[in-house]
């Protein structure tokens, strides 16, 4: 894969044992990257590895990203070992159902912990070596970081939380060579969101967006590529609905 666009790049993808971490994986191991796939099931992780594309290299490390010290070693392990890091793509994420009023302190804290702390002390342990090399930072935050929901205010905070501290690292490392930005997916058919997949929810949702459908875990991982690729080199700080285009609607019902 010499001529591939990711050829000789290292590729950091955490949440990678299911739905879009997976997908992203596959996607950089097509393109001929070195792809650390990271998770905390060791079971999920091998699977993305079995099911990835011929040829591509894609290795399987467990790290909990909610854990400083653990995120911490793998990304200095995988520069110790590779010699370099390119890209960052903090997929890893949780979510629970529930208002402020009825969302318990420890699940509160978990989403927290996983979808905000976890970017935190990823790309502040990858800052390093991702400027030594000119990379960049892709977080996958969500349609619900940039708008509310009913019943998730846990994730909506958390998922607001990313969308603005990309902002922030866009702002502070741009001039060091190092671009961040972000994806918002709508619902994405994933492990995460097989719960919500139910009817009517379901045909509410193919009702309310303009592709009438879910989006698929690779169509995310497609923008992910981009972002972190040569055509998106003057791309900085900026935040991509892939959601069908619900976000063009005004939040009115269809009237005609």
């Not at 629970?96 to 978990?110: C, K, S």
């Not at 459908?213 to 900085?236: Q, S, T």
Request: charged share 20%.
């Amino acid at each position: 894969m010499a001529d591939s666009p990711f050829a000789g790049k290292v590729v950091v993808v955490t949440g990678a044992g299911s739905g879009i971490g997976a997908a992203t994986a596959h996607r950089f191991g097509r393109d001929g990257a070195t792809v650390i796939a990271v998770g905390r099931n060791e079971d999920k992780l091998r699977r993305t590895v079995a099911e990835a594309p011929a040829g591509s290299a894609i290795v399987a490390r467990a790290a909990d990203v909610a854990d400083e010290s653990s995120i911490t070693a793998l990304v200095e392990e995988v520069a110790r070992e590779y010699g370099r890091l390119d890209v960052l793509v903090n997929n890893a994420g949780i979510a629970t159902l529930g208002t402020v009023e009825n969302t318990g302190t420890a699940d509160w804290r978990q989403v927290m912990a996983v979808d905000v702390d976890g970017v935190f002390f990823a790309s502040k342990a990858a800052l390093p070596r991702l400027r030594a090399v000119g990379g960049c930072i892709v977080n996958v935050g969500s349609v619900s970081g940039l708008g509310g929901d009913w019943g998730l205010a846990a994730y909506n905070t958390a998922k607001g939380a990313l969308a603005n501290l990309t902002n922030a690292m866009a702002l502070d490392h741009g001039r060091e060579g190092v671009r961040v930005n972000a994806v918002h997916p709508c619902l994405t058919v994933t492990d995460l969101t097989a719960s919500f997949l139910a009817e009517p929810v379901l045909a509410a949702f193919r009702e309310r967006n303009p592709l009438g459908r879910p989006a698929e875990p690779a169509e995310v991982a497609d923008v992910i590529a981009f972002l972190a690729g040569h055509d998106a080199r003057f791309v900085n700080g900026v935040h991509i609905p892939v959601d069908g285009g619900l976000s063009a609607s005004n939040g009115n019902p269809r009237l005609f």
